[in-house]
């Protein structure tokens, strides 16, 4: 690829001309040595328990995000400090069909009431080689100076990301998770590190992790609900059947959102299953659920985490779908790049209004 400068990205997508074949990310073609924040696309989906596609999402929303226009309403020209998406590692999609075609084995055998135990080894000795390939790329780019914004794949995919955040961080770190589910199985159907656990993971292995805070939440098991119970002080949530009644009661989204975003320390990582979200922006993802966000509404709740006076520290989009109109990777497409604004703002990289 024919990289930019970073001046040169600037006036080609301030032009506001279509992009080109090849082109990345909103367009953009800049060199990542110049970039401020670099997004990682990991092409995973081998432990997916019902729709599959969400491998596919980092090409599919970088393609879609060339219908972006590059102006934000809280964010002042993001793309003025450089966003670069980095190339989608192949071999890393070969080994996720593969060890999702074992998967399927041995979600079969679950079903049979049976064992597939070389099947299930594969996929989790698969998985152990995609958190270090997501670690080590993290760990490069942030010991570069960059800060790091993963693109899914499945929710499996960032724990490498924020082992690498938990293992560079001076201060302790919250999270913000928005979902229809909590993730917080052990294992769940034998994977060690399935989509369903990547929370009961980073808890259990990321020690500078303070806190999780989740919102969105409407599908979970007594599993679930008893581990983040049991978390005390360093688990919350804002369940979903308990948001739409605060705002049918007519609560502002202020008044419903601050006190879970003030149970967030100074640094705040954003990890982002657009399932959170209702289902007509998100109809392909693997495990849509009714209810949910609007997607104004996570656009402000991010946005608040910014206006708080917050540090974001790197992020994650995760779980969106493949779809034949693309609608699925628009909306993807167009909360990654809410998700960059408000990361670069935070940061005092740039304005917001």
């Not at 609608?327 to 990361?343: F, K, M, P, S, T």
């Amino acid at each position: 690829m024919s990289y930019r400068t970073l001046q040169e990205e600037i006036e080609v997508l301030e032009q506001g001309l279509p992009p080109q074949e090849g082109d990345g990310f909103i367009g953009g073609k800049l060199n990542p040595n110049e970039a401020s924040l670099i997004l990682l696309p990991v092409p995973w989906e081998a432990t997916v328990s019902f729709g599959e596609g969400t491998a596919n999402a980092p090409d599919n929303i970088k393609l879609s995000s060339h219908q972006l226009d590059v102006e934000n309403y809280h964010y002042i020209k993001a793309y003025k400090v450089g966003i670069s998406m980095l190339e989608t590692d192949k071999e890393l999609l070969n080994l996720s069909n593969t060890a999702r075609n074992e998967a399927i084995k041995v979600i079969e055998a679950l079903e049979n009431g049976k064992e597939n135990h070389e099947a299930l080894e594969f996929v989790n000795e698969a998985s152990k080689k995609l958190n270090s390939s997501v670690y080590e790329k993290s760990l490069s780019q942030i010991n570069n100076g960059k800060f790091v914004g993963l693109v899914g794949g499945d929710h499996s995919c960032p724990l490498g990301l924020i082992k690498a955040l938990n293992d560079t961080q001076k201060e302790e770190f919250g999270i913000l998770h928005v979902d229809a589910h909590h993730d917080l199985r052990k294992a769940y159907e034998g994977f060690t590190y399935s989509h369903a656990s990547i929370f009961y993971n980073v808890m259990n292995e990321c020690e500078n992790v303070s806190n999780l805070v989740q919102f969105g939440i409407r599908d979970y098991s007594s599993e679930e609900a008893q581990r983040l119970a049991s978390y005390k002080n360093k688990g919350a949530c804002l369940y979903d059947s308990d948001f739409q009644a605060q705002i049918s009661c007519g609560k502002s989204l202020n008044d419903v959102f601050n006190p879970y975003i003030e149970k967030l320390p100074k640094n705040v990582y954003l990890s982002i299953d657009i399932d959170g979200l209702e289902p007509l922006n998100c109809p392909n993802t693997g495990t849509p659920v009714p209810g949910g966000l609007r997607y104004s509404e996570l656009e402000y709740l991010i946005f608040m985490v910014v206006k708080s006076g917050r540090n974001i520290i790197g992020f994650d989009l995760c779980e969106v779908g493949s779809s034949q109109n693309g609608w699925d990777e628009n909306v993807g497409a167009r909360i990654l790049y809410q998700l960059c604004g408000a990361l670069l703002a935070s940061q005092g990289k740039i304005e917001y209004k």
